[in-house]
């Protein structure tokens, strides 16, 4: 595991927003089924679990659709929509509207697909060959990290403040982190 040189300073560029990302993906995977519960009153099994599969499936559907674009723009693409997405998200579990959630999710997960593949297609170019399996290797170190602790931590918080509370706080953190990304990306873009 190790981050070459020449893409450190990138590499440090997209860790907010990489943590943001998968940490919105643990989030979704652990508590959101039930968070719409708690939000909704829905008991139906099958709602939480369309949610959760909207992430997944708008991600791959944004890959796909978007893998022409400039890594960059991707980049800053799913920065945008991720942190769109998840206020929208936000906005649904406080009116109580499964539908407003679908579709900050579907949203959100827009920009947690692009994200994903704007930050590989930023950070990859500048390791070697050989340097690529290490590089990988602390990319999804750092992703799985994120995708678990988080999520662990919003498990423990949750009986004590509430869901809906904890998905909110979880979710201003996650649009934070995006932002920060978005900014250190664009103060980057200028002096180059």
Do not use: C
């Not at 944004?62 to 920065?79: S, T």
């Amino acid at each position: 595991m190790q981050v070459p040189r020449a893409a450190r300073a990138t590499f440090a560029a997209v860790t907010p927003v990489t943590i943001a990302s998968w940490s919105l993906g643990g989030f979704y995977f652990s508590l959101m089924p039930s968070v719409v519960r708690a939000a909704t009153g829905t008991t139906l099994p099958i709602v939480g679990g369309l949610v959760v599969a909207t992430l997944t499936f708008s991600g791959a559907v944004a890959v796909v659709g978007l893998r022409k674009l400039a890594p960059e723009k991707m980049f800053i693409l799913g920065i945008v929509t991720l942190a769109f997405g998840v206020l929208i998200t936000l906005a649904g579990v406080q009116y109580q509207n499964v539908g407003v959630m679908l579709f900050g999710t579907v949203v959100g997960g827009t920009g947690f697909g692009t994200v994903f593949s704007g930050t590989l297609r930023s950070v990859l170019p500048y390791a070697q060959p050989g340097e690529r399996a290490g590089l990988l290797s602390a990319y999804f170190v750092e992703g799985y990290l994120s995708f678990s602790l988080p999520a662990l931590a919003a498990g423990f918080l949750a009986p004590i403040v509430g869901l809906t509370r904890t998905a909110d706080l979880y979710g201003i953190g996650v649009i934070l982190l995006a932002i920060t990304s978005l900014a250190i990306t664009l103060l980057r873009g200028r002096r180059s």
